[in-house]
């Protein structure tokens, strides 16, 4: 694990989902996001969290 910074788009990878999925998950607060100008960057770290908490 790891401090690496995600684009949403990287992150709907990983998680398989479409982009506006991501997005929906930052609205949502099910995953933090930092707000970089007009785009987000979420942690790997949270990623992987947001995965843990799913499989409990």
């Known amino acids: ?3 690496k ?3 949403v788009n990287e992150v709907a990878k990983i998680l398989r989902v479409s982009n506006m999925t991501v997005y929906r998950l930052v609205k ?3 995953i933090p996001a930092i707000r970089v100008g007009k785009n ?3 942690k790997e ?3 992987d969290k947001y995965l843990s ?3 409990e």
């Open 1 to 3: 694990m790891s401090n």
């Open 5 to 7: 910074l995600l684009t």
């Open 28 to 30: 949502g607060k099910q």
């Open 40 to 42: 987000y960057r979420i």
């Open 45 to 47: 770290i949270d990623v």
């Open 53 to 55: 908490r799913g499989s």
